[in-house]
């Protein structure tokens, strides 16, 4: 019987004093930002570890505590034409507060000088403003909110502010999130002082993430019990490639030391043309593929890229839909294009469709939407590739299909629509809640996404898929 993953278990492994607190526990986030602490720990540069908070009152709980909050990534693929396999027992994480539960906790961080960080990763859906939330009702149910009471904390008992760097992937977050936390201190009529405070003792940075973390390898569990030694209920599986692109000052580079430390972070004035590359090349074509894909009963990314068809369809959606429309150079995109794909390819990580899934409807409208219309703009019609996806993610999110995961908003928006097929586009398209606009509003939009759709409901997802790459 293989030994339980704890400090009781590996007396010799370090701790650290908590300097960085992280909103969001998930495997993402422990697998990179975690991941990049312990690699500047290791090398002395940091010498410290993250807290975290759960942003929602679900999702990962008290089992992390079980293991002392000690867990293992394990790093496979090809880097540079070399094989890696590692594994690496992680112990930057100091401990997880449940606001929900522990809100005097949770806000008694404000007390502690030696926390100097804020990071964040609560889906693109959690940098949002939420009329219902107020100071005294914590915890507050948006995780501006409750970042908010945190910082008023902190300015009460006149410390230093932190800097902070949300890790959603959505344009321009840390200046998003710093806009909603300023909103909330007006609302909530927190002073004048304190917004002064706010905007000369933190520094909000925007940034951009890019490592694909598939998780849990549930298939490989046993096996990889029996290489490690221990059980750990909580190891994550991550690919080699990592970039962290951070917009803020020079300073920034020598307190947060993660590029001394050997990893692929850029600190720059202007993160844009590495967002665009990013989130349109390798995030879009993930969210293209995932609805198509388990519409036509693929599992896994690997199964897409290795399936004809599929692999095809990617391959056209990045070339005639997504390149065209990215404003760097032709060589430049195409060369990250096709290093995507070969890490779409992965053969030792499995990347589940599933996972990819969560939140569907806000991750379209921040990496496809923007390409859709200009595509639109720029040819006077819409992509035939991206509105069949757009259509497979209508009908992913059918009340009969299980695999759909979403916000209770969301799912409510959607079931009503499909109350009423004949109508289900039109209330889909017209749903401000939805897409921050009106997009029946878009020229022969709706006209082209009941058509997709209609193909979809006649055909299935890969002879559908076949009839619009071409393959007979």
């Not at 010498?47 to 000690?70: E, F, H, M």
């Not at 150079?329 to 290093?339: D, G, I, M, Q, V």
């Not at 629509?417 to 401000?432: E, G, K, M, P, Y």
Request: net charge negative; with cysteine; hydrophobic share 40%.
């Amino acid at each position: 019987m293989v030994k339980t993953l704890s400090r009781a278990n590996y007396p010799d492994l370090p701790s650290y004093p908590e300097r960085m607190i992280q909103f969001g526990e998930g495997n993402f986030m422990r697998a990179f930002v975690e991941w990049q602490l312990q690699q500047m720990n290791k090398q002395g540069l940091f010498n410290g570890s993250a807290v975290l908070i759960k942003p929602r009152n679900r999702g990962l709980g008290p089992q992390l505590d079980d293991q002392d909050y000690l867990y293992t990534v394990l790093i496979n693929g090809i880097m540079q034409q070399q094989l890696v396999n590692d594994r690496e027992i992680i112990t930057s994480v100091s401990r997880l507060i449940n606001p929900y539960t522990q809100y005097d906790d949770f806000l008694q961080l404000a007390e502690n000088d030696e926390l100097e960080f804020i990071t964040s990763n609560t889906t693109e859906a959690g940098i949002a403003y939420d009329p219902e939330d107020r100071l005294d009702n914590g915890p507050q149910k948006s995780f501006p909110g409750k970042l908010t009471a945190l910082l008023y904390r902190r300015f009460e008992l006149g410390k230093k502010g932190f800097t902070i760097i949300p890790c959603e992937l959505i344009d321009r977050n840390g200046e998003k999130l710093k806009e909603i936390v300023c909103r909330y201190g007006q609302e909530w009529n927190l002073g004048e002082a304190f917004l002064n405070w706010l905007d000369e003792d933190n520094l909000f940075c925007c940034s951009l993430v890019d490592r694909i973390v598939p998780g849990y390898p549930h298939d490989k569990a046993a096996e990889l019990e029996q290489e490690l030694g221990y059980e750990d209920k909580y190891m994550v599986m991550a690919e080699p490639f990592l970039l962290w692109i951070i917009e803020g000052p020079e300073w920034l580079k020598e307190r947060l030391p993660l590029a001394k430390a050997g990893l692929n972070v850029r600190v720059t004035q202007d993160m844009t043309p590495y967002r665009e590359r990013k989130v349109h090349l390798l995030n879009g074509p993930h969210t293209a593929m995932v609805p198509l894909g388990l519409l036509a009963g693929l599992e896994t990314v690997e199964e897409v890229m290795t399936d004809p068809s599929f692999s095809r369809f990617v391959n056209l959606l990045i070339e005639n839909e997504l390149i065209p429309m990215l404003d760097l150079t032709s060589e430049e995109l195409r060369s990250y294009a096709s290093a995507v794909q070969e890490r779409f390819r992965n053969p030792f990580i499995r990347h589940e469709l599933t996972s990819i899934f969560l939140n569907s409807f806000s991750k379209f409208k921040t990496r496809l939407l923007p390409v859709m219309q200009k595509y639109y703009q720029e040819k006077g019609q819409w992509p035939e590739l991206i509105m069949l996806s757009f259509a497979a993610l209508l009908l992913s999110y059918r009340g009969d299909r299980l695999l759909r995961q979403d916000s209770p908003e969301v799912l409510a928006i959607v079931d009503e629509a499909w109350r009423d097929r004949d109508t289900v586009v039109q209330s889909i398209l017209s749903s401000n809640n939805l897409w921050g606009e009106d997009l029946t509003q878009l020229p022969r939009l709706e006209e082209s996404l009941e058509e997709s759709l209609r193909q979809l409901e006649a055909m299935g997802s890969r002879v559908a898929l076949e009839h619009r790459i071409g393959v007979k």
